[in-house]
Every structure is written in structure tokens, then in C-alpha cells.
């Protein structure tokens, strides 16, 4: 393994990794890449999603750009403790649609001795903190931000642009509702002009 600390063994301890960031920033892919490693590695390692979400694959976890990996499906933060006592490595991908006990899970694991690696939306559709995300950012030894580009102007993107009116904080499996966008180029769509 050539890869260097903080992405190798733990050794007699455990830490947190999250990967944050908006949508199409590669936030599943770089997960599945450390993941990928860990394997390789010969670490007993699982990956979990969230019930929620159906797109793409039941059973894997797959990036926009079709890496997978497969994984558990759970309804609940509960299920991942029950489960993960062999495991070494830990993976959680749309981390944001666990609720905040989720971030005592991930401690929990942590001080096992286990490696717990998150990936997850850090905004809502409207930059508004996503959490259990903020939280996790916060308690996590290893922080990443991955950035998209932004279709509008080309900068660094880290906010994810609704393309459609509704107002619920999510709609599972429509990426094609959504792009990534800049600070300055991100709006919240408004209900009345049905932008
Ligand atoms: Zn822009």
C-alpha cells in the first residue's frame, strides 16, 4: 500500500473521515476509490447506504461516473452497529439522509479502533447546512471538500442548483433535477415564477 497516512491503517485506533460536498462533485467516487483500497489492503470491509436512496442500484454504491462498490442497505443508524462489529473499515455513503443519531454511531465505531469514512451532501438545495453533515465535519479527524464545476460559468461549484420548483428538501433518484452551480451563479428557485 503506497498510499500515505491519513488514508492507511489504523493502528490501535480509530478516526472519521468525511467527504462533503454538492452533488456531481465525486463525492461517492473518491469514497469508493479509499474503500477500493482498503480491499486491497485485505481489511474487512462494508458499505452501507441509506434505504432512501434507490437510484442507479439496490445493492452497490455507484458514483455518476459508474464506479461501484457493493453495499448494505439500511433503514436505520441502527442497523450499521449491529452489523459492523467484524469490520475494520467502514463505509457510509448519503450520509445526509441518516438523522443526527447517525453522528454517535460514527463515534462509536470510531473508538472501536475501527476506519469510519462518510460521504455526503454538505448543502441542501438551498445552501442550508444538510445535517447530520455540519456535525460530522465538526467530530471527523479527516475532512475533504469536493468541489464540482459550475455549468453556468465554469468556477469551482460547491452548491447544487434545483432545476424544478418543489419544495421538499429532497427528490431521491432525479439528478437530471438538479446541476452544480457556484455561489454566484446558485439561486433558489422561486414557487410563484416556477423557475
Ligand atoms: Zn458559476
Not at 500515505?4 to 465525486?26: K, Y
Not at 428538501?169 to 433558489?188: M, N, P, Q, S, T
Request: aromatic share 6%.
Amino acid at each position: 500500500m503506497t498510499e500515505i497516512f491519513p488514508h492507511s491503517i489504523p493502528n490501535e485506533t480509530g478516526w472519521i473521515e468525511v467527504i462533503a460536498g454538492c452533488m456531481f462533485s465525486g463525492k461517492t467516487e473518491e469514497l469508493i476509490r479509499r474503500l477500493r483500497r482498503a480491499k486491497i489492503a485485505k481489511q474487512n470491509v462494508l458499505v452501507f447506504k441509506p434505504k432512501i436512496d434507490t437510484r442507479y442500484s439496490e445493492t452497490e454504491i455507484v458514483s455518476h461516473s459508474d464506479q461501484s462498490l457493493p453495499s448494505i442497505l439500511v433503514t436505520s443508524h441502527e442497523e450499521i452497529l449491529e452489523l459492523s462489529k467484524d469490520a475494520k473499515v467502514i463505509g457510509i455513503d448519503e450520509v445526509q439522509f441518516f438523522s443526527n443519531e447517525i453522528i454517535d454511531v460514527c463515534n462509536i465505531l470510531a473508538n472501536q479502533g475501527k476506519r469510519v469514512i462518510v460521504a455526503g451532501l454538505d448543502q441542501d438545495y438551498k445552501g442550508i447546512p444538510f445535517e447530520p453533515v455540519p456535525q460530522l465535519l465538526a467530530i471527523a479527524e479527516y475532512i475533504t471538500k469536493t468541489l464540482a464545476i459550475c455549468v453556468e460559468c465554469g468556477n469551482p461549484a460547491d452548491r447544487t442548483q434545483r432545476k424544478t420548483a418543489s419544495k421538499e428538501r429532497v427528490i431521491v433518484g432525479a439528478a437530471d433535477l438538479y446541476e452544480a452551480r457556484c455561489r454566484k451563479c446558485h439561486y433558489i428557485p422561486s414557487e410563484e415564477y416556477g423557475e
